[in-house]
């Protein structure tokens, strides 16, 4: 790797020669002007986001040619690789940060949560094990505490941060599967809405649970999973001599928000002596919200509960959560102690009395890698911490809030628009709706018109709104109906989003919608040629 010439002043402060590293080796004062040059560059791309296109994309083709080239034999300048990054890679990406991304689940970290980020890279933290980590590994305890008081866990519950809420996922249903079928997943079933997210399809996927013996079944018209169909399904597949071990249920769907009946499925996995696992990726946080609390009554009943911190926690990719209620099932589902990791057995230490300060909690020592898949990890919870800390809980709590009080100041402006039909309510910050016209469309040409709405948004590149499909039955929408719909799906999750990007997305829509629905039209009266 070449470098430029290094800064005096850098390696008087240093007061010593770098170490002999040889060609690898970066000194000092040319080390501190580059991280300037990265620390300016994001900063400035921060603090122009909102003037930028929210759209950054191009051809396979184009990105070839920009990128395409063999491996380096030689090193180059950091400072012209760094140009390189910013001519040819960062534009061509979508702004999930910027203030009008609308769509899917956006992530907007604070800039505390990167300076999280740059300090576990920077100091590259092995978080396997306590011998490594005893810092790090104590700040995940607490953050993981700070966590279970968001969604009302006990204290004692156990939990690990993973690279996101898939990750979680596979890790809490792994848990379900050792608990409830001794690791075996033979005739294993698996109970969940037609809403739940793909990742559970994978995690099951990859557990040995397949499609044919996890059950989708029909949401209910409010796009929730019935309780009685739970029911009456796993008396089914008992009598069929199948083993049902787990309901999955949601704290907030990706399409629409909506939260599944928690107590009731929380009885009913006690009575049936199945593990109640709750993916709540994007929506569980919310519980520290009123507005949030209203919808996740139930949420503490859940024997694991997956959350996104990278979703509404406002902290970077990537940041995920499981806490699985009973204490030592994660250990259970994944410890294993090789002989070159005796150095690193933790959990002794504490039971003993080393400073002889008498009896204290029982506070053992704790290897992360016995409580998931990864042996090296990140120090993921220092940018929570950080974040955190910087801005304390109050300020978290008021921007979760805010964006949901965007989305029903959206659902109130959808309902006064006679262009505008709602299709699903504000429910933890998400809501479909789409576009009908006035005059109206004819039903047969509205997902196409819409579809255009979608079209024109990312090719004009100022709003970037997601669309979906959503139950449609005797002119009205529903969960669980076998016709569906296409809608437009909206959701202002970021904390710098306002009222007015809101109302101007939904002009948008109606301006978009008119161009389409006008073109539909005279493609339709139009004589045949
Ligand atoms: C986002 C999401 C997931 C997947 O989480 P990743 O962090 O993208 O891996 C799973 N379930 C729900 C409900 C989600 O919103």
């Known amino acids: 790797m070449a470098t430029r010439s290094s800064s005096p002043e850098g390696e008087g402060k240093l007061g010593r020669e770098p170490d002999p590293g040889g060609p690898l080796e970066i000194p000092p004062g040319e080390m501190r002007r580059l ?49 390189r990054f910013w001519e040819d890679v960062e534009p061509f ?6 203030p009008r991304f609308l769509a899917f689940i956006p992530g907007s970290p604070t800039f505390a949560s990167l300076l999280g980020d740059w300090l576990a890279a920077g100091c590259n933290f092995f978080q396997g094990t306590w011998l490594e980590s005893a810092g790090p590994s104590q700040v995940e305890l607490v953050v993981l505490d700070w966590l279970k008081g968001c969604v009302g866990f006990p204290r004692e519950s156990d939990g690990l941060l993973t690279s996101g809420g898939s990750a979680a996922n596979l890790l ?16 294993g079933t698996v109970y969940a809405s037609d809403q739940t997210h793909t990742a559970v399809d994978r995690a099951l996927r990859i557990l040995g649970i397949p499609g044919a013996r996890f059950r989708r079944l029909p949401s209910g018209p409010d796009w929730r999973l019935e309780p009685e169909a739970v029911a009456r399904a796993v008396a089914e597949d008992r009598a069929a001599g199948l083993r049902p071990f787990c309901v999955v249920a949601n704290a907030g769907a990706t399409n629409t928000g909506a939260v599944d009946p928690l107590p009731e499925l929380a009885d009913l996995c006690r009575r049936e002596g199945l593990w109640l696992h709750v993916d709540g990726a994007y929506g569980a946080i919310a ?33 995920g959560c499981l806490l699985v209620r009973e204490p030592d099932a994660l250990l259970r589902s994944f ?22 300060a008498g009896p204290r909690p029982r506070a053992p020592e704790v290897n992360f890698a ?37 989305a029903e100041v959206a659902a109130r402006r959808i309902g006064e628009s006679p262009a505008l039909q709602l299709a699903s309510p504000p429910t933890l910050g998400i809501l479909c709706f789409r576009y009908v016209g006035d005059p109206a469309v004819p039903e047969a040409e509205r997902d196409a018109v819409n579809e255009a709405v979608i079209r024109g948004m990312v090719e004009e590149g100022r709003f970037m709104l997601s669309s979906t499909r959503l139950g449609w039955e005797g002119g009205a929408f529903r969960g669980g109906a076998a016709e569906s719909r296409y809608v437009i799906r909206l959701c202002p999750m970021n904390y710098r989003t306002t009222e007015a990007d809101v109302g101007a997305a939904l002009a948008e829509v109606e301006r978009l919608g008119a161009t389409a629905a006008e073109r539909s039209d005279s493609s339709r009266t139009r004589p045949a040629s």
Do not use: N
């Not at 809490?172 to 005739?187: F, W």
């Not at 009123?290 to 694991?304: F, K, N, Q, Y």
């Not at 150095?343 to 400073?355: L, M, N, S």
């Not at 801005?391 to 921007?399: D, F, M, R």
């Open 35 to 83: 991280a300037r040059l990265v620390a300016d560059a994001v900063v400035e791309r921060w603090c122009g986001l909102r003037e930028r296109s929210v759209v950054g994309t191009a051809s396979r083709r184009e990105m070839e040619g920009r990128l395409r080239e063999p491996l380096p034999y030689h090193g180059r300048p950091i400072e012209e690789i760094l140009g």
């Open 93 to 98: 990406a979508g702004r999930i940060d910027h």
């Open 172 to 187: 809490g249903l792994a848990v379900a599967r050792e608990e409830r079928l001794g690791g075996d997943p033979a005739g």
């Open 287 to 319: 519980r520290i919200t009123v507005r949030g609390r209203a919808h996740l009554a139930g949420l503490e009943r859940a024997d694991s509960l997956v959350l996104d911190p990278h979703k509404w926690l406002y902290v970077g990719y990537e940041c």
């Open 335 to 356: 410890r294993v102690l090789p002989d070159y990791l005796q150095d690193a057995e933790a959990g002794g230490r504490a039971a003993a009395d080393p400073d002889g």
């Open 370 to 406: 016995d409580r998931g898949l990864q042996l090296t990890r990140q120090a993921r919870a220092l940018k929570l911490w950080l974040s955190f800390k910087a801005h304390g809980l109050s300020a978290v709590i008021a921007a979760v809030d805010r964006t949901q009080h965007l």
